[in-house]
């Protein structure tokens, strides 16, 4: 998983089921309204222990390969133009419609910082950059990340921080197993699934980030053991699952190359960027609107009756979505100017 010569296919794959993960979780949650309470979905609980981790792994590992061949300019625009430019105008399209009357700079910068991950991946990729170009004399390895580690405390004084400072650890860890070419086939790698699964039977409501947040609200001792123990188990499991997900897809990758399962995933993983700020406002917000608008109507929610059909149609109707979010953005691609103002493209 090394090479850089070309497009690694095994990444692009990995991005892809991420990506898909990330439409059906949110799916589930918002065609659950007035059915059922999708936190407690074992469904949902198995998306939600690993598929952010998974995606800011992988941005990490990805990172290492942009941060080594540019300097700290070139980083820095780079990550303006291709995430900084899909979040203001994503978060702007989003703000004026939701806002409508209420037009508040308050509430725009919300919306900008409510497309959370890539908030996530500028200001871990800002502080990575900083650490890596300012090394004077390379210090030993673990020094080195012990003090991108360190340096993340800052993110504390972001808007939003919680998020960010969940995902950052999985940022650095994918730069690391990168620079130091770790991500490879190993004996470990049916731990990792092992473990994932094992971890999975344990993940509760409480164990959600979204229900929780970081760290102890007040500084009492029980309170400061439960939350941090809380915080390392769902680091944890994020990183078992992650590389549990990594470790499958370079087996099969390694068994079966013409796969056209494999060209489909790597096909959405190579526009990731624009499913994740598209299905914001497609999904999130005018079709999951929609959706409970006609459960008031109709005064109950007949898809989320049978819990089998509700995975199986809700996950068709993701693949689906997916699969046309990715037919806009290859169609926005053929228009330079538009993909450039949209998606912030070359």
């Known amino acids: 998983m090394r090479t850089t010569g070309k497009r690694n296919d095994v990444l692009d794959i990995v991005k892809g089921i991420a990506a898909i993960l990330v439409v059906w979780g949110h799916t589930i949650q918002y065609f659950s309204v007035g059915g059922f309470d999708f936190w407690e979905s074992s469904i949902f609980r198995m998306i939600y222990s690993f598929h952010m981790p998974l995606f800011m792994l992988v941005s990490g590992y990805l990172f290492y390969w942009t941060c080594s061949r540019k300097t700290w300019t070139e980083v820095i625009s780079g990550r303006i133009r291709g995430i900084g430019i899909p979040m203001i105008v994503w978060g702007t399209i989003i703000w004026l419609i939701r806002s409508r009357q209420n037009l508040t700079i308050g509430r725009w910068v919300g919306e900008i910082v409510g497309i959370w991950f890539l908030y996530a991946v500028?200001?871990?990729?800002?502080?990575?950059?900083?650490?890596?170009?300012?090394?004077?004399?390379?210090?030993?390895?673990?020094?080195?990340?012990?003090?991108?580690?360190?340096?993340?405390?800052?993110?504390?004084?972001?808007?939003?921080?919680?998020?960010?400072?969940?995902?950052?650890?999985?940022?650095?860890?994918?730069?690391?197993?990168?620079?130091q070419n770790l991500l490879k086939k190993r004996k470990t790698n049916l731990l990792y699934i092992l473990g994932w699964l094992?971890?999975?039977?344990?993940?509760?409501?409480?164990?959600?980030?979204?229900?929780?947040?970081?760290?102890?609200?007040?500084?009492?001792g029980a309170e400061i053991i439960?939350?941090?123990?809380?915080?390392?188990?769902?680091?944890?499991?994020?990183?078992?699952?992650?590389?549990?997900?990594?470790?499958?897809?370079?087996?099969?990758?390694?068994?079966?190359?013409?796969?056209?399962?494999?060209?489909?995933?790597?096909?959405?993983?190579?526009?990731?960027?624009?499913?994740?700020?598209?299905?914001?406002?497609?999904?999130?917000?005018?079709?999951?609107?929609?959706?409970?608008?006609?459960?008031?109507?109709?005064?109950?929610?007949?898809?989320?009756?049978?819990?089998?059909?509700?995975?199986?149609?809700?996950?068709?109707?993701?693949?689906?979505?997916?699969?046309?979010?990715?037919?806009?953005?290859?169609?926005?691609?053929?228009?330079?100017?538009?993909?450039?103002?949209?998606?912030?493209?070359?």
């Not at 993940?203 to 007040?218: C, H, M, N, Q, V």
């Open 226 to 346: 439960r939350a941090l123990s809380i915080d390392l188990y769902r680091w944890t499991i994020g990183f078992f699952g992650s590389m549990a997900v990594i470790s499958i897809v370079q087996e099969i990758s390694a068994q079966n190359t013409g796969s056209p399962i494999k060209s489909f995933l790597a096909r959405i993983g190579r526009h990731t960027v624009e499913i994740y700020v598209m299905q914001r406002l497609v999904l999130e917000i005018m079709l999951a609107k929609g959706f409970e608008k006609g459960v008031f109507l109709l005064g109950k929610n007949h898809l989320a009756g049978n819990r089998l059909v509700y995975y199986t149609a809700t996950l068709l109707f993701s693949l689906t979505l997916t699969s046309l979010l990715v037919y806009i953005a290859k169609f926005v691609e053929k228009n330079r100017l538009l993909s450039q103002v949209l998606f912030g493209k070359e």
């Open 122 to 179: 500028i200001i871990s990729s800002a502080i990575v950059v900083t650490i890596a170009k300012c090394k004077v004399k390379s210090p030993p390895p673990a020094v080195h990340y012990a003090i991108i580690f360190a340096a993340g405390l800052i993110i504390i004084f972001a808007p939003s921080c919680t998020n960010v400072m969940y995902v950052y650890p999985y940022f650095v860890a994918g730069y690391a197993l990168n620079e």
């Open 198 to 220: 094992i971890l999975l039977l344990f993940y509760r409501k409480e164990d959600f980030i979204y229900t929780s947040g970081l760290f102890p609200a007040s500084f009492q």
